[in-house]
């Protein structure tokens, strides 16, 4: 195999490892206080809140953020989503 294709298939196989999988987690109202993730992220400086799907692109125009649940282990991201199909949104706190 010739240096720059051995290279390449390195590259592909590495960023193949490094990407995240993405999912969605449906989560009840009891799901911030019992899992603490709402004592984590207010520990942290972040205000959490829910958002309709259709205002999430505007309210991170208004400097929210989506807040992901982090499985580092299995390199997976879940956007925590609840029954009336709202999105958890986290805002960094003045």
């Known amino acids: 195999m010739a240096p720059l294709g051995f290279l390449y298939s390195l590259g592909k ?3 193949k490892y490094l990407e995240w ?3 969605e987690k449906t989560v009840n109202s ?3 206080e019992v899992s603490g993730l709402n004592k ?3 520990e942290t400086g972040y205000k ?3 958002s309709n799907r259709e205002n999430v692109e505007t309210k991170l ?3 929210y953020e989506i807040a992901w649940e982090i499985d580092k282990k299995n390199r997976i991201r879940r956007k925590l989503v609840n029954k009336g199909d ?3 949104l986290a805002k960094k706190k003045n």
Do not use: A, H, P
């Open 86 to 88: 709202q999105v958890l």
């Open 13 to 15: 196989d590495l960023k």
């Open 48 to 50: 959490l809140r829910w």
């Open 61 to 63: 125009l208004e400097k």
């Open 40 to 42: 984590r992220m207010e």
């Open 21 to 23: 999988k993405e999912e």
């Open 30 to 32: 009891n799901y911030l």
